[in-house]
């Protein structure tokens, strides 16, 4: 069982910046794939940006040069670092880890607003 913790999230003006990390727990496979999820009120949940554990990242187009997935494998964590932030990104983050199935952390709410 994995268990998956979202932090960082908070209420931002725009052009701002916020890191949001993501704690995974319990048995890890070597090869798997993390990612951030956002969903925005009334919309589909759609995926920002993925890491993998090989190192290799894609970021979604609509967040290309502003935000930035990483990960930290001693600390079991992966990050996303967000710049620029605009009023569209205002959604629920997500994190999530696909090994053998696939599992979501709780979320944590960004909100870019002045």
């Known amino acids: 069982q994995v268990q998956l913790v979202e932090s960082g999230g908070g209420l931002v003006q725009p052009g701002g910046s916020l890191r949001l990390s993501c704690v995974a727990s319990?048995?890890?496979?070597?090869?798997?794939?993390m990612a951030w999820y956002r969903q925005a009120p009334g919309k589909q949940r759609e995926s920002v940006a993925t890491?993998?554990?090989?190192?290799?990242?894609n970021v979604a187009d609509s967040v290309k040069g502003r935000f930035t997935i990483s990960s930290d494998n001693a600390k079991n964590t992966v990050y996303l670092q967000m710049n620029s932030l605009k009023p569209e990104d205002t959604a629920v983050y997500y994190c999530?880890?696909?090994?053998?199935?696939?599992?979501w952390g709780q979320g944590t709410q960004v909100t870019v607003s002045s």
């Open positions: 999530n880890l696909f090994s053998n199935r696939s599992y």
């Open positions: 890491i993998r554990s090989d190192g290799t990242t």
């Open positions: 319990g048995s890890i496979s070597s090869r798997y794939v």
